[in-house]
Nanobody, 127 residues
């Protein structure tokens, strides 16, 4: 069993930065592939960035253009989502996901392989 809890959501002005944190418990962080997704109203859950299950392989979607990093802390069992140069279109709910069964050396870009999800963190970017 794995439990995921996101924190750090809130309101930020356009051009600013925000850092979300995903805390994992119930299973060794080492065995988890993890990722951040976002999902707007009426849209599919969309991949943002992730780290592979057993290796230091990190994947970012092309549209983040270097504005996003996912710092990992093995001591605290957390994966953060650092977002810079935020725009109003970044306003949505961000979800943390984990996979303890699948790939070991790559990061799935679709939501279906991930079998654990957090409750979501709302981010609002003011124009």
């Amino acid at each position: 069993q794995v439990q995921l809890v996101e924190s750090g959501g809130g309101l930020v002005q356009a051009g600013g930065s925000l850092r979300l944190s995903c805390s994992a418990s119930g299973r060794s962080f080492y065995y988890l592939g993890m990722a951040w997704f976002r999902q707007g109203l009426g849209k599919e859950r969309e991949f943002v960035a992730g780290i592979a299950r057993r290796h230091e392989v990190i994947q970012y979607t092309d549209f983040v253009k270097g504005r996003v990093t996912i710092p990992r802390d093995d001591d605290k069992n957390t994966l953060d989502l650092q977002m810079n140069s935020l725009k109003p279109e970044n306003t949505t709910v961000y979800y943390c996901a984990a996979d303890d069964q699948g790939n070991i050396g790559y990061v799935p870009l679709s939501a279906s392989p991930y079998n654990y999800w957090g409750q979501g963190a709302k981010v609002t970017v003011a124009s």
